[in-house]
């Protein structure tokens, strides 16, 4: 299954970078193409995430919709950010490795909806936390951004 591989091989390349940017592999979605696929844009035309947004992201998706598979997750990402981005399987899976391993998920074998075996994940307590923290941390930041962007008045 190409989906496996591609898992496989970023996963092995996560752990070879410890991570570093490699969760920032999410892809601006540029035109949508006669048949409905979105055409993806070149590597120079990445929307830039800032380090462990993508965490947030699926922390905050199993915090409104309970456990989900993978799919499912990055599915309601995509939807939510109106189809802006697309996540890259090679990237969601090490995230859920990292944030299960973290404690902040679990992670659970069942069957999806169309009968296939899959892999569920919930958040814990400890990731209820993290959610928390991080949410507060992301307000902070935004508003000390936008203070700074904001025109200036000219003290005379």
């Known amino acids: 299954d190409a989906v496996a591989v591609e898992g496989a091989q970023a996963l092995e390349r996560f752990q070879n970078h410890e991570g570093e940017r490699a969760l920032l592999d999410i892809q601006f979605v540029g035109h949508v193409a006669s048949y409905g696929k979105p055409i993806r844009r070149t590597m120079a035309d990445k929307l830039d995430v800032q380090p462990g947004t993508l965490a947030l992201m ?9 456990p989900l598979h993978g799919y499912g997750i990055a599915r ?9 981005l697309t996540l890259n399987y090679g990237t969601l899976y090490p995230a859920l490795l990292k944030l299960e391993q973290e404690g902040f998920i679990t992670a659970e074998w069942s069957q999806s909806e169309n009968n296939r075996r899959a892999k569920f994940y919930a958040l814990t307590a400890a990731g209820r936390r993290q959610l928390a923290r991080e949410t507060r941390e992301w307000h902070q930041t935004a508003e000390l951004i936008a203070a700074i962007l904001a025109p200036q008045r000219e003290v005379p």
């Open 58 to 66: 699926i922390l905050r998706t199993l915090e409104v919709l309970g």
């Open 76 to 84: 309601r990402i995509e939807e939510t950010a109106k189809h802006r």
